[in-house]
T-cell receptor, first 109, second 114 residues
């Protein structure tokens, strides 16, 4: 079967750095995506990795290792508005997105 | 202007009723989707339409039927609602290209079946 694993919940402090991990087992791989979803709102696209390595976009960075089936989302200089769920999704060989259940990130002052 | 809009945002109804949720996108995208997000927060794809053709039809009950009058609209009709249908339903669209997983979501429609 196909599955995406990520921690259910994480807590971090405002101004700090947090790393959210995602491991996956899918039939084929055509890219890994991170989405942010605030409570009661729609998911919004954050990043896309298809090659190994780190992609940086402002305070957010996403890393991929295809050989390990592993990715992480790194959030720097945390702000209260970063409190949200972060969804990891992998596009399989049929170009279908397989979604993780999301990691709820709680930011404390 | 809202890129992907869906109505209604909230829907409370009785078991056995039939209801519809409408979705419109003004992004010019070719592909639209319906997702269901349950209480455990898993996003599960239900349908996708590309240029009015159904290209993915996951194993959802046939009580659910997508209807697309044109490529800017994808409505979801649900017959004989059941308690387990209670969830948030998200409409989404994506630009052309099979390798893009960048989805643009609507705000969601929270369906509660009593």
């Amino acid at each position: 079967g196909q599955n995406i694993d990520q921690p259910t919940e994480m807590t971090a402090t405002e101004g700090a750095i947090v790393q959210i991990n995602c491991t996956y087992q899918t039939s084929g791989f055509n890219g890994l995506f991170w989405y942010q979803q605030h409570a009661g709102e729609a998911p919004t696209f954050l990043s896309y990795n298809v090659l190994d390595g780190l992609e940086e976009k402002g305070r957010f960075s996403s890393f991929l290792s295809r050989s390990k089936g592993y990715s992480y989302l790194l959030l720097k200089e945390l702000q209260m508005k970063d409190s949200a769920s972060y969804l990891c999704a992998v596009m399989d060989s049929n170009y279908q997105l397989i979604w993780g259940a999301g990691t709820k990130l709680i930011i404390k002052p | 202007d809202t890129a992907v809009s869906q109505t209604p945002k909230y829907l409370v109804t009785q078991m056995g009723n039939d209801k519809s949720i409408k979705c419109e996108q003004n992004l010019g995208h070719d592909t639209m989707y319906w997702y269901k997000q349950d209480s455990k927060k898993f996003l599960k794809i239900m349908f996708s339409y590309n240029n009015k053709e159904l290209i993915i039809n996951e194993t959802v009950p046939n009580r659910f039927s997508p209807k697309s009058p044109d490529k800017a609209h994808l409505n979801l009709h649900i017959n004989s609602l059941e308690l387990g249908d209670s969830a948030v339903y998200f409409c989404a669209s994506s630009p052309p290209g099979l390798d893009t997983g960048e989805l643009f979501f609507g705000e969601g429609s929270r369906l509660t079946v009593l």
